[in-house]
C-alpha cells in the first residue's frame, strides 16, 4: 500500500507567497489546502484534519494568534502540529506563538522556500 501523501494546510493571505509555496511544497509530495483569512484557516483545519499547519498571524478576519489559540483549544485539531511563518519578528512574538502551542516559527524574509520544505520536514519527522 502506498504511503499517503502528508497534507499540508497553508494559511497565507499574501497571494504570491501563498502561490510559490504551495508549488514547493507539491513539488516535494505534499498535498496543499490552502486558506486566505482566519476563519476559513479554521473551517479547513477541521474539515481537512492536516498533518501540519503553516500559519501566517497577520491575516484577514481572524489574526493568526486567535486561529492557535482556538485550533489548540479544539479538541478535533489540538493535535495538528503548527508552524508559524510571519513578518513579525520581535522576541514578544515568538513567545507568544510559542506558548499558545506553535511548534516552530520562522520570519518570512529569512526563510527561502527550500528552507520551508526542509522544516515540514524536519517537524513531520522526515519521510
Known sequence: MAERARRILLCEDDRFLRKAAEARLRQHGFTV???????????VAREQIPDLIL????????????????????????????????NLGQDRDVEQATALGARAYFVKAHLSLQDLVTKVDDVLGGR
Open 33 to 43: 489546502f490552502s486558506a486566505m483569512d482566519g476563519e476559513e484557516s479554521l473551517r
Open 55 to 86: 500559519l501566517d498571524l497577520i491575516m484577514p478576519k481572524v489574526q493568526g494568534f486567535e486561529v492557535l489559540r482556538r485550533l489548540k483549544a479544539d479538541a478535533a485539531t489540538a493535535g495538528i502540529p503548527v508552524v508559524v511563518l510571519s
